[in-house]
């Protein structure tokens, strides 16, 4: 038993040299030492899919907001909402008082209708009424022209004088019945009477003669005189005969201012009628002339380009008008542009409004807005798949999109560039609110059915750029070489060196390199 008992000891001992002198001699092999190796201490190479990523912080938003504001300052009416409140488009949020809103449109439809009176007569073509008019007062300027050239007419003149001469004959015969009013009355002043009386009558026959041979103004002016003329010398006739009394010496004295005064009107007629026109009269009726005859050319030649392009302008400028005031009429009455959570109410009733009054927020539309460094821009795309979790529930992961990416970098004034990306939130249970913190996770590369070796399995060298696992062999542990791929938290993608099924080493301690292992190790 002793004997067979050294046999064996030697026996193994000669088993561990001639394995010592094969480790040695082999170089990259050593003594396996499996037995010692636990479970959690050997890995497989396995196939699998593999996804690269990027991860970012940002915070929920809604992707779809509104600021609805007020134009201008009005006094608000009624308000229909409160803050948390979900309203549907269409549906009527606020009111402002229209009174003042109302008016303007009134009066700037009344100028819009204005405006398209004024280029309708524009376009149509004249009456003969209007033609008639024209031509007419066309005729009356150039008459009155000729008139003031032409001057007086003989038979003007000699109108105008008798006027004069009748005036001054009424003076005489005025005084005399003053006179004799202050004497008694005799036969002699009844006879002068008569005679005057007669004088007045054939004074008035030939006025009358001169107007129908001479009709105007003047020659009726004559007839209006001579029958005054004619009544006075009836009355004074009535009188004298009657008797003179003090009622007859006033109503004789005022005769005979009464004739002075149409006397001195007469020969101021008579005096202006000679005179030769000024230069303010003849330029006054040449004005009338030209006047009348460019209306009349206007009428028949109709509206130029020019005035109807201006009468347009002005009826498109009343309809922008029309136009605005119904906008500010609609306006009064602030709508929800589309479904939505009311997140600010910024007025109540009877305050003046200005500016932005409701706050909306379409909560179906969530997103999660990142803020992405210009150097990870390159990998992120739109459609993107993405991984959220929000700080308020960091173990739910909710599958969602990159929806887009800002055009232009956003400014925080810490002089890093960063752009804004915006991340589709996808379907979630979870009662989410706008300004949650959120962290996502965006797949920028994918390989399906690739070779796969733990993270912890492989050693880096960092100075040569290789990579190694410890593959075991039969009953050794070698050091291999292998090339890598992609690669994420947890596996890298093994282009050669390995085969699946092929079981590793972690921290199996081989001739010692520098690194340790991509992605984190043990």
């Not at 008992?5 to 001699?25: E, S, T």
């Not at 009355?235 to 003090?246: E, I, M, N």
């Not at 593959?471 to 994420?488: A, C, H, K």
């Amino acid at each position: 038993m002793t004997q067979n008992r050294r046999k064996n000891r030697l026996a193994l001992i000669a088993l561990g040299v001639i394995m010592l002198l094969a480790a040695c001699a082999g170089g990259g092999e050593a003594e396996s030492g499996l037995a010692d190796l636990a479970d959690d201490d050997v890995v497989t190479v396995f196939s699998g899919d593999l996804a690269a990523s990027a991860t970012a912080s940002g915070q929920i938003e809604a992707g779809q907001r509104a600021s609805l504001s007020v134009s201008g300052s009005s006094l608000v009416s009624d308000v229909l909402v409160r803050v948390g409140d979900e309203v549907t488009a269409g549906d009527v949020l606020m009111t402002l008082d229209t009174t003042e809103l109302e008016l303007n449109l009134t009066n700037a439809q009344q100028a819009l209708r204005a405006k398209e009176a004024s280029l309708a007569a524009l376009l149509d073509s004249p009456s003969e009424y209007e033609i008639a008019a024209a031509e007419a007062d066309l005729a009356s300027a150039q008459a009155s022209y000729d008139d003031l050239l032409d001057g007086p007419s003989a038979e003007e003149i000699e109108i105008s004088e008798a006027g004069v001469a009748q005036a001054n004959a009424t003076i005489y015969s005025a005084n005399a019945s003053l006179n004799n009013t202050l004497s008694t009355v005799t036969e002699a002043d009844v006879e002068a009477a008569r005679a005057e009386l007669v004088a007045a009558e054939a004074q008035l026959e030939q006025a009358q003669e001169t107007n129908e041979r001479f009709a105007n103004d003047r020659t009726h002016n004559a007839l209006i005189t001579a029958e005054n003329s004619y009544a006075e010398a009836a009355a004074k006739f009535a009188r004298v005969s009657a008797g003179a009394d003090a009622n007859s010496v006033n109503q004789s004295q005022a005769e005979v201012a009464a004739a002075v005064s149409r006397r001195d009107r007469s020969q101021a007629e008579l005096d202006e009628l000679l005179l030769d026109p000024t230069d303010s009269e003849l330029a006054n009726v040449i004005y009338n002339v030209a006047q009348a005859q460019y209306n009349l050319d206007e009428l028949l030649e109709g509206a130029s380009d020019a005035q109807i392009a201006i009468a347009e302008a002005e009826v498109a400028q009343a309809q922008l008008d029309v136009a605005d005031a119904e906008a500010a009429l609609a306006d009064a009455q602030i709508i929800a542009p589309f479904d939505g959570l009311i997140t600010a109410v910024n007025f109540t009733v009877g305050e003046y409004a200005s500016g932005i009054a409701i706050e909306l927020a379409d909560m179906n539309s969530l997103e999660v807005v990142l803020s992405v460094d210009e150097s990870d821009l390159s990998v992120i795309s739109t459609g993107q798949q993405a991984n959220i979790t929000l700080e308020t529930w960091p173990s739910t992961n909710i599958p969602s999109e990159v929806a887009s990416i800002a055009p232009s970098a956003a400014e925080d004034g810490s002089g890093i560039i960063a752009y804004d990306v915006h991340v589709a939130l996808g379907e979630t249970d979870l009662p989410i609110k706008i300004g949650m913190t959120a962290d996502a996770n965006l797949i920028t590369e994918e390989r399906a059915d690739v070779l796969l070796v733990p993270n912890v399995a492989i050693t880096a060298d960092r100075q040569s750029g290789q990579f190694f696992v410890n593959l075991i062999e039969g009953e050794t542990i070698s050091e291999v070489e292998i090339t890598i791929g992609l690669r994420d938290n947890n596996n890298t993608q093994v282009l050669s060196g390995v085969n699946e099924g092929d079981n590793l080493v972690i921290d199996y301690q081989v001739p010692i390199r520098e690194g340790g292992p991509p992605g984190g190790g043990r």
